[in-house]
């Protein structure tokens, strides 16, 4: 039986689906994930078996290339989202785990490039949480 996600940029011009399992997933903490995401990490998806349906906006995903590097970005050109893309000609498939609409179905399997972490990412399980937005 085949597993189908559904995923989205976030004001929806760019829609897709993804058939099929991820075999990894991976928050990498290197330098250049950092400046792409904003965040402490990027948090990506990986298959070998899945493939990728564009259901809307593919004409609206534009891509970006680190010189003289793997890191590669796609992005929708309205809002900027983060979104699924192919590498090594065709053989694997990267989908940013917050560009899917429901549930991934696999924790990460691993934090990568940890040594290049902020130095404030440590000891966050200590910091107060908040369920909605802070007073």
Known sequence: MS???AGACLCGTVRFEIDGAFESFFLCHCRR??????????????STVARIT????????????VPASRHEKSFCERCGSALPRVQAGGASLV????????????????????????????????????????D
């Open 33 to 46: 994930c950092r400046k792409d995401t904003g965040s402490a990490h990027a948090a990506n998806l990986f």
């Open 54 to 65: 564009w259901l809307s906006g593919r004409e609206s995903i534009k891509s970006y290339r």
């Open 95 to 134: 989908v940013p785990a917050g560009s899917l609409d429901g549930p991934v179905g696999i924790r990460p399997s691993a934090h990568i490039c940890f040594a290049e972490r902020a130095e404030w990412d440590e000891r966050l399980e200590d910091i107060s949480r908040i369920d909605g937005l802070p």
């Open 3 to 5: 597993q189908k996600t």
